[in-house]
């Protein structure tokens, strides 16, 4: 499912216009974004949790050379599911 398909199913589930759930989802999007950016995260119980996981610096290869080289220390988004929703997708 993309974006397009994302906005239209929810525009159905909600009686939504298309441009109203096109809104509502990119508030949804920023907001989270903004908190993450912030260092914050943002629970949904029953849905998951969307947080911030900082990555040491480390020493890697190149994959075509096998040239070592140093990948340096970054924070990535990550998801971890609720209980709710892993239960609903293994029923």
Do not use: H, Y
Request: aromatic residues 4%; charged residues 30%; proline residues 3%.
């Amino acid at each position: 499912m993309n974006k397009t398909e994302l906005v239209a199913a929810i525009s159905e589930k909600t009686e939504l216009s298309k441009k109203d759930s096109e809104s509502a989802l990119k508030a949804f999007v920023d907001v989270v974004s903004e908190q993450l950016q912030n260092g914050e995260k943002v629970q949904l119980v029953g849905f998951g949790t969307f947080e911030v996981s900082k990555r040491d610096a480390r020493e890697g290869r190149n994959p075509l050379t096998g040239k070592k080289m140093n990948i340096p220390a970054c924070s990535v988004p990550k998801f971890k599911a609720g209980k709710a929703l892993k239960d609903q997708v293994n029923a």
